[in-house]
């Protein structure tokens, strides 16, 4: 498959609200990284969408454009219109994704994304006065592995 069409596959699988279809894409051994979660691996990443979808009860909108490839690697921007359901509050989250390929599928998945923005939105407040440290960083990533964490051990 085109690297381009693996990568609407996965955001229209993602927009649909396929789990499975979007773990499809994903290499055996790929690594997921972003600003909220860290680095992930496979199990962790495929989890991680399907527990993301299911928190959202429908309340999620995702877009896509700006999909670009190469033979190793590509790049997407995407848009993630959500309520973040420990606050309830609206989140428009602008992503720069980077993907490299392997055996047609992704190897490896990073996200971009201006962290002080979403956590102002995400967290209110907090995220305002705190959302620029790095200890507000570290604080969400350990939120969100453990979250992701109890979400696997429920769902193994």
Same mark, same amino acid.
């Given at each position: 498959?085109?690297?381009?069409?693996?990568?609407?596959?996965?955001?229209?699988a993602f927009?649909?609200?396929?789990?499975?279809?979007?773990?499809?894409?994903?290499?055996?051994?790929? !690594? %997921?990284?972003?600003?909220?979660?860290?680095?992930?691996?496979?199990?962790?990443?495929?989890?991680?969408?399907?527990?993301?979808?299911?928190?959202?009860?429908?309340?999620?909108?995702?877009?896509?454009y700006d999909?670009?490839?190469?033979?190793? $690697?590509?790049?997407?921007?995407? !848009?993630?219109?959500?309520?973040?359901?420990?606050?309830?509050?609206?989140?428009?989250?602008i992503i720069?994704?980077?993907?490299? %390929?392997?055996?047609?599928?992704?190897?490896?998945?990073?996200?971009? %994304?201006?962290?002080?923005?979403?956590?102002?939105?995400?967290?209110?407040?907090?995220?305002?006065?705190?959302?620029?440290?790095?200890?507000?960083?570290?604080?969400?990533?350990?939120?969100?592995?453990? $979250?992701?964490? $109890?979400?696997?051990?429920?769902?193994?």
């Amino acid at each position: 498959m085109e690297n381009s069409l693996l990568i609407q596959k996965f955001y229209t699988a993602f927009a649909n609200s396929n789990g499975e279809e979007m773990a499809s894409c994903y290499h055996k051994d790929v !690594i %997921f990284e972003d600003p909220a979660f860290g680095k992930l691996n496979q199990k962790e990443v495929t989890s991680m969408w399907k527990m993301l979808l299911e928190r959202s009860k429908g309340n999620l909108k995702i877009e896509f454009y700006d999909v670009v490839t190469n033979g190793k $690697s590509g790049s997407a921007r995407w !848009i993630a219109t959500y309520i973040f359901s420990q606050t309830n509050r609206k989140v428009v989250n602008i992503i720069d994704a980077k993907f490299e %390929f392997k055996d047609g599928l992704i190897i490896k998945h990073t996200d971009h %994304f201006d962290f002080f923005k979403w956590t102002k939105q995400a967290l209110g407040l907090k995220g305002y006065l705190l959302g620029w440290t790095n200890f507000m960083q570290k604080k969400v990533q350990q939120n969100a592995k453990k $979250s992701l964490q $109890s979400y696997i051990h429920k769902h193994a």
